[in-house]
């Protein structure tokens, strides 16, 4: 052999038995073609280790199918409804047409108005003799009481006065017992001017008389009695539960609450209050109940002002502290606090889905331990949610936080194992792998910026083009408009950053993958920050990385998780219990917000707030859903497609189909008050004086009826009138209409009937206290429902008065806000203001009083003219209209 030989490296070929280390030349075409050749699910579904394009719709309709035919039907699922007939096999349970018989006999009695005869004498005779007829059984004996009561209490910034108002109180007591630990269960009778009050809350005062009725007839005996409080003043608002809470005979024995209202008519009742601090109630809810419905997230939402209603679970737990639940109605909405409020409409079923909780929770909390001494249970919060209505997860604020801090933990820790089996399979460094995650971790991040923002930036631009609530008929253009809005928007960002860096070594299943993963991060890492920040409902945040992280774990434990497209079934599949139950939580969500933004006022854009909510939803229910169309072959093109979805629902938003009202189901809601004004000088004489409409919006689109309503063209802002009269120069019904009584609006018109009940203030007598300080006794008669506007003038400040105190002790700015109602005395109200001037000249005026009344349920007071423009509203609106006053005057 030569020496050019022997440099000569010659290749040695080793054979082997595996086709996937053979040279791929060298490798037998047998093996070839048999790698190549997919399977026929494979054949179906996949072209070049993507799904087949045309695949997309199935995706969506897998999920919108599950949405429609699970999580909706739950939301709305109602019991059957027992009848007379049923009672025979039924001796000891509630009866529904029991309860809507008793339903329609109240409401059959038309509006109940604090202070009306309807309220004060009809009302009051009928629950009355209901009351009466049923008699003490063999276990359980009642006794019925009528309390009448005066007093007062500062609502808001607003001091609520009231006088003789009522309530009838029923106690249903175990014979023979020495219990002085009471269970208390509360509704309302009265309802709002021009409103039959069905659902609000003549339901649930019907659904506690059925309750009574079989409680006293049970051969059970209770362990501890029950006191049934049908107050006759909640819209004032909440007097009378303030007037038993504070001063009933039987008040200091009750130790625990269910409250129950409604904003709505029918569906089922939520319970969104619980506590404050007392778990245990929450045990027998979850013990007792057979149709649960609640949300740890509905009561925090509530306690934050997000909703524009209050209940009188309010007063009993501030000023009796008095723990318990807080129950109401939210479905139809629509109809809530309108003419439209019919017995008619309230659903049977309903009154059994609410008469079987009541009744067993009553029973369960009344032979309870815990409410014996309620204060030795008094542990923290609690977080609860029902579970599609099948069944209720209770657990306390601590087992959340460690809940919370597990899942988020073991996430990022199978995460971050994922990471490393990645690195493995693929061969890349386990940097290199991480400085991917880095880079897409960010790119998540800016998906949830940008499909958080494109929403946002449509609901500003439906209300500049004066489009707001076009779904408020249609709730489904919310899908159209804003869903597919973020949906683009959250999936386009990481369409992209895969189009610019598709030479990666890697493959795109596990670039998906690794998308997933960054979201999980996300979420964990949001969840341990909303725990530190004390946010119950971040519990949702934790489901939904608990059953990502499941999903992953199967993937990892079948190694799926090294296939291309193989590991989205056990993803899709562990994705889809969350699924339901999030779309399932949050059709409930829109269905109780959605006919609220018609009474938000004009303040708030309803698009915006629409908006905000979508992109939560949908960060929550598809976060971990959307980024699979990336794994679609022209997955751009399908994204993309979803803005074509949202262009037409734009163009179905200015057709009719667009137009947010309906008459008697879906209608635009405006106060109106056919009122005079009348403003004194510092030697009251008349300086001012003028009569119209005054017209208080509850909603944003109050140019809608500008072609239809007489003179609305006519219509001024009050704003003006807000730098220069007190209190706007209005007579204003109550502290919601304060906060928006700049966006109000008045036309001129006739001058009002009001009668000889006028707001009046005689001054009893002026004393001079001391060389600084004066004091004014006075008294105010007038109608059944006034306000009174106390402003301090040319330096004076109010020292004293015989008003509440706390806007004085707490330093309200002035002008302070007194609203005054009686119900069946209309006796003058006594009262005295002690001012001081430091510059000692009470020669000057100290004092400017502005005297508002309303004339709430007199519709013999309404003049032609009034019922003439009242007609020119349109079909779709709900127009509440009485008389009412201001007048101004300066001591």
Known sequence: MSGAEKNVRRRVITPTSDPHNTDPLLRPRSSQQYEAQPNGCERAFIQHNKIKWFWAPAFFGFWLLLYVTISIPACHRLPRPLTIQDEAKHPDQFIAERAENNLRDLVSLGPRVVGSRTNEMAALKLLSEKTHKIKSGTANEIEVDVQVASGSYVHWSMVNMYQSIQNIVVKVSPRGT??????????????????????????????????????????????????????????????????????????????ALINLDSCGNGGREILFQSGPNHPWLMKNYRRAIKHPYASTMGEEMFQNNMIPSDTDFRIFRDHGAVPGLDMAYTYNGYVYHTRHDKAEIFPRGSLQHTGDNLLALVREIANSPELEDSSKYAEGHTIYFDVMGWFLVFYTETEGVIFNVIVS??????????????????????EKILKRVLHTFFVNLLSVLVSAILPVLLGLFMDAVHLPMSWFSNSWLILGLYFTTFFFGFAIVPAMYFHWTKFDKLPIGQRVQILLHSHCLLLAILTLILTICGVRSVFVLTLSCLFYTVGLIINIATKLHSKDVAWVIPHIVCLIPPFVFFAYFSHGFFTTFIPMFGRFGENLNPDLAVAIFSVAVGFLCCGFILPVLQLFNKSKTIICGLLGITLICFIIALTPAGFPYRPETNVQRFAVLHAKRTFHDADNKIRRQESGYFIMPQDRRTYTVKNDVINMTLAQRIGDDCEKEINCGLPLYNQRWHKTRKNSLWIPASEPVLGDDLPTVKVISKKELSATKIRYDMSLTGPNHMAVFVQPLNGAFITNWSFHQAP????????????????????????????????????????????????THHKDMLTPDFKKFLDSFPKYTDATPWPASFESWIY
């Open 178 to 255: 020495n219990s002085t630990t009471w269970l208390l269960v509360n509704s309302h009778y009265d309802s709002v001017p021009a409103g039959p009050g069905a659902g609000d809350d003549a339901s649930m005062v019907a659904t506690m008389m059925e309750v009574l009725r079989v409680l006293v007839n049970s051969e059970k005996p209770l362990k501890n009695p029950v006191v049934f409080l049908f107050n006759g003043a909640e819209e004032n608002p909440l007097q009378a539960s303030h007037a038993f809470i504070t001063q009933h005979k039987w008040a200091k024995y009750c130790k």
């Open 409 to 430: 933990l073991t996430a990022i820790g199978i995460c971050g194992f994922a990471f490393k089996l990645m690195s493995v399979s693929s061969g890349i460094k386990l």
């Open 808 to 855: 004085l002790r707490l330093r309200f700015d002035p002008p302070y806000f007194v609203y005054f109602s009686w119900g069946v005395n209309g006796d003058p109200l006594k009262f005295w203001i002690e001012l001081e001037k430091p510059n000692g000249n009470l020669n000057s005026s100290s004092l400017e009083l502005g005297l508002g009344g309303h004339w």
